[in-house]
């Protein structure tokens, strides 16, 4: 069983950066592709980010390509989500997502484990 915790929420005003975290445990990060979704109040779960568990391929949704870096660290058995330049449009619950040798998904049925979610909140 994997367990993700998604750490580095917050609030900030537009043009701001944070850093989320997420930490896997249960297995080695390195055999599990890993993705970030985003949900918005009233909004389906949406795609952001996807690092493959080779580590040579990470697609981004439009909406953040060129503001949004997503990295891994096999070693920390973590997975980063660097976000700058934020917008109001990018307030939502943050969601780490794994999938054991996965392709790189951006679905929300391409993945396995969840973790809980983590609020960031952009004002304006």
């Known amino acids: 069983q994997v367990q993700l915790v998604e750490r580095g929420g917050g609030s900030v005003q537009a043009g701001g950066s944070l850093r989320l975290s997420c930490a896997v445990s249960?297995?080695?990060?390195?055999?599990?592709?890993m993705g970030w979704f985003r949900q918005a109040p009233g909004k389906e779960r949406e795609f952001v980010a996807a690092?493959?568990?080779?580590?040579?391929?990470?697609p981004y949704a439009d909406s953040v390509k060129g503001r949004f870096t997503i990295s891994r660290d096999n070693a920390k058995n973590t997975v980063y989500l660097q976000m700058n330049s934020l917008k109001p449009e990018d307030t939502a619950v943050y969601y780490c997502?794994?999938?054991?040798?996965?392709?790189?998904?951006?679905?929300?049925?391409?993945?396995?484990?969840w973790g809980q979610g983590t609020q960031v909140t952009v004002s304006s």
């Open positions: 997502a794994a999938a054991y040798l996965g392709p790189l998904g951006v679905t929300v049925k391409d993945y396995d484990y």
């Open positions: 249960g297995r080695t990060l390195s055999t599990y592709t």
């Open positions: 690092i493959r568990w080779s580590g040579n391929s990470t």
